[in-house]
């Protein structure tokens, strides 16, 4: 599916659901098609993750900008993929 510029693989990601009082969307599994060092699939697949949130859902980002003061998106979603 290509979305606006954005090529966006539906199958690469898989969505959660997301409430106000839940927080963000984050990914549950990893993106895996760019080069193979753990650091640079994380932020890849965070960052497909935070612009799909931006286009398809109102507030899938539960307000949180990419990188802010106290964890930001990307913070809360690179804790996530860690523990996978």
Known sequence: MKLIGIVFV???LTFG???ADTGPILPTTLKTDIKPTEGAIRRATCS???KANKLM???G???LKWNQAGGGYYS???KALKAL
């Open 48 to 50: 497909a993750q935070y």
């Open 76 to 78: 809360k979603c690179n």
């Open 61 to 63: 980002n539960a307000g």
């Open 17 to 19: 659901s997301a409430h």
């Open 57 to 59: 859902t109102p507030d």
């Open 10 to 12: 539906a199958s690469a």
